[in-house]
């Protein structure tokens, strides 16, 4: 049965978005496509390798609208390779990229990674829901690359 890696050597590099370049291309017209779905429960972007839909949704995050508490508005980012197939391991990674856009540890999903003692990944599964379902604010989840896995 998979369980959840230590989310102690998760890679930073996987939790953030690019940054932005003076060679990046906008492309209004995709913004705005964007844009008009922000109340969309999903959006999938959809292209061939290097076409910059990575840079297209992080320029489009850049720009999102502040809530109505005027902060900016959360995201959680992360960049998927053929190694995440593990369920475990996707798991860790996904925690690691909403406690990084929230900047505080997940109370219910939290204890559960990195025991010395295997956990069954439904459990995680399961913990990170009552965690995500207690969110106050919305929460936009990015998963880059997931034609990876």
Do not use: C
């Not at 940054?19 to 291309?25: E, I």
């Not at 292209?47 to 999102?64: D, I, N």
């Not at 956990?119 to 997931?146: E, F, K, M």
Request: glycine share 4%.
């Amino acid at each position: 049965m998979a369980s959840a890696q230590n989310p102690l050597s998760l890679m930073p590099t996987k939790l953030r978005a690019p940054q932005q370049g003076a060679a990046w291309v906008r492309r209004e017209r995709l913004l705005q496509l964007l844009r008009s779905a922000d109340d969309a429960r999903l959006a999938v972007v959809v292209a061939p390798a290097g076409f910059g839909k990575s840079t297209l949704v992080a320029q489009w995050l850049a720009e999102a609208p502040a809530t109505s508490a005027g902060a900016p508005a959360a995201y959680a980012w992360l960049t998927l390779d053929e190694h995440d197939e593990d369920a475990g391991r996707f798991l860790a990674y996904l925690v690691g990229a909403v406690e990084h856009a929230l900047q505080r540890p997940l109370p219910a999903v939290r204890p559960l990674l990195g025991t010395s003692e295997p956990v069954p990944v439904y459990i995680i599964a399961q913990a990170l829901l009552v965690d995500l379902s207690a969110l106050r604010a919305p929460l936009t989840l990015v998963l880059d690359d997931y034609h990876a896995i």
